[in-house]
């Protein structure tokens, strides 16, 4: 495994879906999860925490994406790793957390379905950064 691809594809990666994150909620849907975020949330988000799960989601992305990768477009296969990745975290996540926080419906199937665009995002920039031919190293 490249260390250097690696190590560039995690940075790439927290950047991009982080930033990504920050433009979603605190900009373009800032009014909606104003009103429909959970009851029991934070006034003020913790965003050490929020920095954190992202680094190590990006982690996780750089280190697992070159295991599975079989060849063909670094977009294609980066897009279909990185929405892979949102369906097992987030959709379980969202729905364990309908259950514990009171919120609407609405809430977890917009955040399902934004992390499935975020992280496929995520999962082109890891892909590019890995590139074609990944498989072979």
């Not at 975020?37 to 280190?63: D, N, S």
């Amino acid at each position: 495994m490249d260390l250097k691809k690696m190590l560039f594809a995690i940075i790439a990666g927290f950047v991009a879906m982080s930033a990504l994150s920050g433009l979603w909620h605190m900009a373009v849907m800032a009014d909606f999860y104003a009103t429909d975020r959970p009851t029991v949330a934070f006034a003020e988000p913790k965003m050490q925490f929020i920095l954190l799960g992202y680094f190590i989601l990006a982690l996780l992305m750089a280190y697992i994406y070159p295991l599975g990768y079989k060849g063909g477009s670094s977009v294609i296969e980066g897009l279909k790793f990185g929405v892979l990745i949102g369906l097992l975290w987030i959709l379980p996540e969202a729905v364990v957390l309908f259950g514990v926080f009171e919120s609407s419906g609405t809430v977890l199937v917009v955040d399902a379905i934004w992390h499935l665009v975020e992280q496929g995002l995520g999962g082109i920039v890891v892909g590019l950064v890995y590139g074609s031919g990944v498989a072979a190293e």
